[in-house]
């Protein structure tokens, strides 16, 4: 028994795993700006007064939470399927992972949103600030700045999960191993490399949202605290 | 010539919270220009009064009247109101992701649609007036105490309240730091300001109030001039005012 690694021929077909990053990321990207979207919008309407309202937006959390993030997929593409629309694997890929993310947004914001003391609200009311101005100002920035680390490391681990929905063949990069380990053979070598192009994609993005933080949030790079 | 109507009135003013009786038929009147000092013990209902009065709660009956506008109306215009009142807390609640700058600027960029660079020279006045011209850029967190609550009562003073109410706002500081608000809120008294003061800082009441109006138990057991707090007629505020100096 011995190892016999041979990387060449994998490497050959580096073009191939620059188009399936590409597409991770372009995948991930797509589905944190709309994840993040609906999540934070479903986190506002956990505490809204309306019964309803609260009471939907509990139950996507919920039954997010607790299903398989691969069934999930299946069910929007088969669903849209049979309601006789065609989206391109990409497109529901995207939409798949955003649901996916928004519920664990909506928990990490609300979180967030409960973290606001309501004296910071009551003063800023008594400043006359309007409703909206409130929220703005002192309820939703400073509840992403306080949350903001789990909130990027909920994303990258849902770039990480974008590799499953190579299952409905969106072309991103393990999708692309797939491909590769079945073109030559070289399964072990294959998916080596790919796992190396997970890490770079992740340290890529975590920089990217520590510079992001740094913009977003002046306080923590005058006073130096960390994100 | 006709007497000029109070800033603010409260006339036979009832509130609950459930079944507890808050505010008990609370009437007091602060004219233009008039420092108030509401004084009594923990749970006697200053808080809630102040409370009223910028509608952070809603009475049961009775009426309250700030500035010609009725408070207790259904559809008042709470935003018009509170740019009429300004009102500091015991906590400063700054708003801790802004500068001292920022905080200041907030309300009058988005409220009074101020431009900014001409809030940021309000926002340098109003913290020069309480000695803070220093802590422009300065985060709350790198502020002690003392100097949170001068640049809160700033924040307040930047929208150019007609009426400023302060809760307690030098209880959660230490001895030292107390003073330094105290003299930030006599200055204002000279300036004119029109005040309603509740505190346990008897001889700051003392040098301060125009009116003392002592609660007890919901309702205003005795009122008069500052002299009430040497010469009190009833046996509650001789305790009170025996016992909190
Ligand atoms: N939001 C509220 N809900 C229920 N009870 C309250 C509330 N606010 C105040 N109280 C009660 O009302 C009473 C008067 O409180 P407060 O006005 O804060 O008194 P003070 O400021 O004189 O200490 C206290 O017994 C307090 O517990
Ligand atoms: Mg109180």
Request: charged share 15%.
């Amino acid at each position: 028994m011995g190892l016999n690694l041979d990387f060449s021929v994998v490497l050959e077909r580096w073009p191939l795993f620059l188009d399936g990053a590409v597409m991770t990321l372009e995948l991930a990207f797509m589905a944190i700006l709309i994840g993040g979207a609906v999540g934070t919008l479903c986190a506002v309407g956990r505490g809204s007064s309306n019964r309803f309202i609260a009471a939907l937006c509990a139950g996507y959390v919920e039954a997010i939470r607790n299903t398989p993030l691969l069934v999930q997929i299946f069910l929007v593409y088969f669903g849209l399927a049979s309601i006789g629309f065609k989206f391109s694997a990409f497109s529901v890929a995207a939409v798949a992972l955003a649901i996916n993310v928004g519920a664990y947004t909506a928990e990490i914001m609300r979180a967030g949103f409960e973290s606001i003391p309501t004296g910071q609200i009551e003063a800023a009311e008594g400043l006359a600030l309007s409703r909206v101005q409130v929220y703005w100002h002192v309820i939703l920035l400073p509840a992403i700045e306080k949350v903001y680390p789990s909130l990027t490391s909920q994303f990258v681990l849902l770039m990480l999960a974008s590799s499953v929905t190579s299952q409905i063949s969106a072309e991103e990069l393990t999708a692309v191993a797939n491909y590769v380990q079945s073109d030559t053979y070289r399964a072990f070598e294959t998916y080596i490399l790919v796992a190396l192009c997970y890490v770079v994609l992740s340290l890529v993005l975590r920089a990217a949202f520590w510079a992001l933080g740094l913009i977003l949030f002046p306080r923590r790079r005058r006073l130096g605290t960390s994100l | 010539m006709m007497q000029e109507s109070p800033l603010v009135v409260l006339d036979r003013v009832y509130k609950s919270f459930g079944a507890l009786k808050v505010l008990d038929g609370v009437s007091f009147s602060v004219g233009r220009g008039d420092v108030l000092v509401l004084i009594g013990r923990s749970g006697s209902g200053k808080s809630t009064a102040l409370r009223c009065i910028d509608r952070f709660e809603k009475i049961d009956s009775g009426e309250i009247h700030v500035c010609g506008r009725r408070v207790d109306a259904p559809d008042i215009d709470l935003r018009a109101l509170r740019q009429d009142v300004g009102i500091v807390f015991q906590s400063y609640n700054l708003f801790p992701h802004l500068t001292i700058a920022q905080n200041i600027m907030l309300a009058p960029v988005s409220v009074k649609g101020m431009h900014k660079a001409a809030a940021r020279e309000l926002a340098a006045t109003m913290l020069a007036k309480v000695g803070l011209s220093e802590k422009l850029d300065a985060y709350p967190e790198q502020l002690s105490g003392g100097q949170q609550q001068r640049a809160a009562i700033a924040r307040s003073l930047a929208m150019q309240p007609k009426v400023m109410l302060f809760d307690e706002v030098t209880s959660a500081l230490d001895p030292q730091l107390t003073g330094e608000v105290l003299k930030v809120i006599e200055a204002l008294a000279a300036d004119g300001m029109t005040m309603v003061i509740v505190t346990h800082e008897m001889g700051f009441a003392r040098g301060i109030a125009r009116h003392v109006v002592f609660m007890h138990e919901g309702k205003v057991h005795e009122a008069g001039t500052a002299s009430i707090l040497t010469t009190p007629a009833t046996p509650e505020l001789a305790q009170f005012v025996g016992t909190g100096l």
